[in-house]
């Protein structure tokens, strides 16, 4: 079976626009993507203005709130959804520390409705993707990779309520055979990202020569991976992976945070010149250690690149350099998502 009609929750995020995007201009998807998206802060539709414009048949926006069973439901119906790729979360540890709601609903209760949803339509069902993350396992030493089989050890609001998303996923494809399939990925970078994740947020921070705040010692290591290489390695599982099956995906680039600020002082120096003394390093600043941080993620990929060949192709020198580029020629965008300017024109478009 083909997948038709293609229910991307979250699409209007970070790795749900690059995915979108990614389906319109580099695979041969002829079918339908309807994009539902609450348009929480970290949602902005300018992402796709460009595919809104040019696939105005095979792309459709839908402003809803996952958490929203009836909504979800009549959408799935309107549209005859067969698949859906699960992206929609509350995507940041920071936040899931001070305010840990938002992440039980919209993480758990809203990944639950969707599965109600593509249960009843089970018949006509292909694939339901559910994107999640590595932190699920937890945290590692200095040795070690994280495998599928790795227990469950999360330390966030975030990661907890994702492995929960994920045992609910596969809960589905054990108990009721729904055709589900489950990925685990390292942390991402590249355009669109919210300026609150690491790589946005120093490159926005050291081209306005702001302070750097680098949490505890700087030596925590995440395994990078540019965005696009995660959108590929998602619609290989999609269309080739076995159902009732999880996949990690990683970059194979594990990276103290301190090195990847550094770098970053040195290409906004670059882009962007010195008009100051003296490099961006000098705004580096240590600040008090996130509360339960883990230590170092990484990930074996093996079996996806094994059973279904995929192999992360970006660099992180080339992704990174692309990456900073990106925000230092897209002001306007970044302007206005910090703005509030942007928020009030959501509103106006699509009510408050
Ligand atoms: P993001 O925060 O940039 O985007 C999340 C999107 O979900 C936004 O468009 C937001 O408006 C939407 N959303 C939030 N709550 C919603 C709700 N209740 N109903 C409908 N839409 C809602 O996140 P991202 O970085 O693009 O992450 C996407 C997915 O990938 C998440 O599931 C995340 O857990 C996972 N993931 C992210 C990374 C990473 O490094 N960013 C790594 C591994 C996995
Ligand atoms: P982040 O981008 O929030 O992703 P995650 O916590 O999901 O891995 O953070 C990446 C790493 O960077 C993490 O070890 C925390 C660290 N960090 C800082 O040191 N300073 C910051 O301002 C932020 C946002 C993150």
């Avoid at 929609?88 to 949803?117: C, M, Q, W």
């Avoid at 009843?120 to 089989?149: C, M, P, W």
């Avoid at 705040?213 to 076995?242: Q, S």
Wanted: proline share 4%; aromatic share 12%.
């Amino acid at each position: 079976m083909k997948i038709r009609n293609l229910m991307v929750t979250g699409g209007s995020g970070f790795i749900g626009s690059n995915f979108i995007r990614y389906l319109f201009n580099k695979t041969d998807f002829d079918g339908r993507i309807i994009n539902v998206d609450k348009l929480t802060y970290a949602g902005n539709p300018e992402n796709l203005t460009e595919i809104e414009r040019s696939y105005p048949d095979r792309y459709c926006f839908e402003r809803a709130d996952i958490c929203d069973f009836d909504a979800v439901d009549d959408l799935f119906t309107s549209y005859a959804v067969d698949s859906v790729c699960h992206f929609a979360a509350e995507s940041h540890v920071d936040r899931s520390i001070k305010r840990p709601g938002e992440f039980i609903y919209t993480n758990i209760i809203g990944t639950y409705n969707l599965l109600e949803s593509a249960r009843a339509n089970q018949e006509r069902f292909v694939t339901f993707h559910h994107i999640s993350t590595d932190e699920v396992y937890g945290s590692l030493g200095k040795r070690g990779l994280f495998r599928e089989t790795t227990p469950y050890r999360p330390s966030s609001p975030y990661s907890a309520s994702k492995a929960s998303s994920d045992h609910l996923v596969r809960a589905y494809n054990t108990t009721f055979g729904l055709p589900a399939t489950i990925s685990n990925c390292s942390n991402n970078y590249g355009p669109y990202q919210f300026p609150e994740k690491l790589i946005p947020l120093m490159t926005l921070n050291a081209m306005e020569g702001k302070a750097l705040p680098v949490y505890g010692d700087g030596k925590n290591v995440r395994d990078w991976l540019y965005v696009e290489d995660h959108c590929e390695a998602i619609w290989t599982i999609m269309n080739r992976g076995k159902k009732g099956e999880t996949y990690n995906i990683g970059g194979n680039m594990e990276m103290e945070n301190i090195v990847i600020v550094e770098m970053i002082c040195d290409l906004v120096d670059e882009l962007c010149g010195t008009d100051r003394d003296g490099s961006r390093r000098d705004l580096i600043t240590y600040v008090t250690d996130r509360p339960g941080h883990d230590r170092r993620y990484a990930i074996d990929f093996t079996k996806l690149q094994k059973q279904l060949t995929w192999f992360p192709k970006e660099s992180f020198e080339s992704g990174l350099r692309k990456t900073v580029q990106w925000y230092t020629e897209n002001q306007n965008w970044v302007e206005r998502i910090k703005s509030g300017e942007y928020q009030s024109w959501i509103e106006e478009q699509y009510g408050a």
